[in-house]
């Protein structure tokens, strides 16, 4: 599986970001997709996933800003962060569930959010 994610960029505080993640190859043994993201330094972190049937967990703190859905298009899911912070910034990776036992990472795509 491999998975592409876009939408990353610079973006003032209070704005909105929102960062697509698609899977290629060996896809029908994808069970879940999802996010986390990771300033330099520091451990990388939960920001939410969602499982093919559509149920979702965002991480505590971001819930209210952050959502987590499937898109139209087949393997397809989307992060819509809003109200974003500073300490949002950092490198958001894509992450799909493969079978019971196997993650498979996207590159990571940057977001910045300046004061």
């Known amino acids: 599986v491999q998975l592409q994610a876009f939408g990353g960029g610079l973006v003032q505080a209070g704005g909105s970001l929102r960062l697509s993640c698609t899977a290629s190859?060996?896809?029908?043994?994808?069970?879940?997709m999802g996010w986390y993201r990771q300033v330099p330094g520091k451990q990388r972190e939960m920001v939410g996933h969602?499982?093919?049937?559509?149920?979702?967990n965002i991480a505590d703190s971001l819930e209210g800003r952050f959502t987590i859905s499937w898109g139209n298009a087949e393997n397809t899911v989307f992060l819509q962060m809003n109200d974003l912070r500073p300490e949002d910034t950092a490198i958001y990776y894509c992450?799909?569930?493969?079978?019971?036992?196997?993650?498979?990472w996207g590159q990571g795509t940057q977001v910045t959010v300046s004061s």
């Open positions: 190859g060996g896809t029908s043994s994808i069970n879940s």
């Open positions: 992450v799909a569930g493969v079978g019971p036992y196997n993650d498979a």
């Open positions: 969602i499982s093919k049937g559509g149920i979702t």
